[in-house]
């Protein structure tokens, strides 16, 4: 956008056009470095230039100074405008630009900007415990945990070596079975996420498992069938319990078997 003046030069009937740039910017501000010779400039001074995920954009103590073509600089914050404007939710992170415009008396609106940025914070926690069982009479150990934070620019951050505070505490020692709620939260720019995970106490140890297959006679082409099969556990106090329904089989059930000969069939199960 540009605006144009002639004038006489008084020799020879020559004329001279001056276009003008009718966005100017002050050093620093984004903006242009030359005085605009028509309409002149604005510079602008923000108060803070960081900011937190949620914070209100306050243009309090805020200063936009007006240069005229003459060079005459007059204080117009007042009369300023500013996009965003104050009062604004600040929940775009990253880098963002502050417009500000001002309109001299009789003369075009006149621009500048300004950089600022705004923080993530962080809204939800992801916990993996590195072990997620225990005996009763043990201590809780957080050791080896993994901890992700969700931030507010959507970006996932592993905050495992950071400071984080634990439910129950480290070394709380468990007197029951059964599962345990863990808490965890992360606190970063002043705002503070949780998160959870379970953690199965029980009063006996998985030592081992037996596998007897319901069939092993096949034909080639076959498909391999659990149907039958019995996976038994056995723990550390002698006692027993049935489950296959939680283990796992490679080859797995249905698959169709298309080498001849002896193969194995391999059970795995995982408790606590």
Request: contains cysteine.
């Amino acid at each position: 956008d540009t605006q144009y003046s002639h004038s006489a030069c008084g020799k020879g009937g020559e004329e001279m056009i001056f276009l003008n740039n009718l966005f100017g910017g002050g050093p620093g501000s984004g903006g242009g470095d030359i005085v605009d010779y028509v309409n002149g400039n604005i510079t602008v001074t923000l108060p803070t230039t960081e900011f937190i995920h949620g914070d209100t954009f306050n243009t309090s103590g805020a200063e936009v100074i007006y240069t005229a073509p003459d060079g005459t600089e007059t204080d117009v914050t007042s009369a300023a405008s500013f996009s965003p404007s104050n009062g604004s939710t600040l929940n775009i992170d990253g880098q963002n630009t502050v417009r500000v415009s001002y309109t001299p008396s009789g003369k075009s609106t006149i621009y500048t900007t300004a950089l600022i940025t705004v923080a993530p914070i962080p809204e939800s926690l992801t916990i993996i415990l590195h072990d997620s069982g225990m005996r009763v009479n043990e201590s809780i150990s957080y050791k080896g945990a993994i901890v992700k934070a969700l931030m507010s620019d959507r970006t996932e951050k592993d905050v495992s070596g950071e400071t984080l505070v634990w439910s129950p505490l480290e070394g709380t020692v468990q007197d029951n079975d059964g599962t345990i709620t863990v808490h965890c939260s992360y606190t970063e720019n002043g705002e503070t996420a949780t998160g959870t995970a379970e953690m199965v106490v029980t009063d006996r140890i998985l030592t081992g498992i037996t596998m007897e297959l319901g069939k092993t006679q096949y034909y080639y082409g076959d498909n391999l069938d659990t149907t039958n099969t019995v996976v038994t556990a056995r723990y550390d106090d002698n006692t027993t319990a049935s489950v296959k329904s939680k283990c796992e089989f490679t080859p797995e059930n249905r698959t169709e078997l298309t080498t001849h000969g002896t193969q194995s069939v391999v059970c795995s199960y995982t408790e606590n």
